[in-house]
């Protein structure tokens, strides 16, 4: 009996490792079997949706070129977002093209699937489907996004629906009821409101003109009803757009506005906008650290008289107030690297080390 249990359990063993490395060697088998189907499918769909934009396009030409013919309805989600694409990658030459072409497509099913898809329980489908309403850029859909966003819960689609909203804004009041909604869901981040406020002002200086769109941010700015984190992304997206014409209404709402938010914020477009102002001097003499780096950094646009203000920050007991003094005295095209090789010659051991490293990286 020794003997048989010697010699039969090796082999059966030998015969499960074997079974084992079978099944491992199948199951990886069927791994990459579906990896290579996946990406065929994944290859095949691409291929189908591009296309699909490029049919639609060539329907856009032809409306273009003044033909009666009217867009090929789509039939479902995808085609529609074909669609939207197609119209947005398309180059119109004038206003009259485009409203043939938005006719067109509104009078196809495309616009009630892209509703539909805004009731769907998949966020993802609601997302694609107001890029498909972004991509459009027909104002007439405004009011509409606007509801649904108001009922939106899910952050990243209220994000989605507010840029599509931003997008088709063309006049003043449209502007104001974009501003109230944005305004509504504070836990958006700074940046994306800068970024969607960007994207309403040069819709609606686009569709309304300037001097309306003046008034109305002007009006916004000293609203009692907006909040400062609204208004600070204002400022900040003005003095990005680099609108000059705003420099008055800035240094006026900062000098009545007691939020550390917008001092930061106005003294941060004045410089984008290569504005010098007393509000910029007066940030020397906060006891913030961060409003006096603000302040120096938005700085540089002013005369030669600012530099001997700056040398008195390499001094600061605030490292990064000395960084940023140092840093911006030697960008200044008159005396600013003059001051730093006094200083670097000076007594102050913060004022020393700090200009003789700005002299050496400049």
Known sequence: MHTIDGLTSPYIVVLLLRGIIFVFAASLAALFLGLGLHKRHVVNVARSREEKILFYAGELVSLCAGTTASVTAPRNLREALSLASAFASFSFHDDAEISRAQSAIAASPEIQILKNALSSEDWGVRCRALGAFSDLRDPAYFEYLCNFAEHEEVVRVFGSCLSACAILIREPGQFREFSLLLDRRPVLSASYDEGAVRTAIRSLISRSGAAESYQVMRDCLFSETLSEQYKAALINAIGKENFTRMTDAIIDYAQVSEERIIRISAMRALYNMGVC???????????????????????????????????????????????????????????????????????????TDMAEFALSVR
């Open 277 to 351: 102002d007393g509000l910029i001097s007066r940030g020397f003499r906060s006891a913030d650290p961060v409003v006096q780096i603000v302040a120096i950094r938005s700085s540089l646009h002013c005369d030669g008289a600012v530099e001997e203000q700056l040398v008195r920050f390499l001094g600061s007991p605030h490292f990064d107030v000395r960084y940023a003094a140092a840093m911006t005295l030697v960008k200044f095209p008159s005396g600013g690297q003059e001051l730093l090789q006094q200083a670097k010659a000076g007594s102050d051991p913060f004022a």
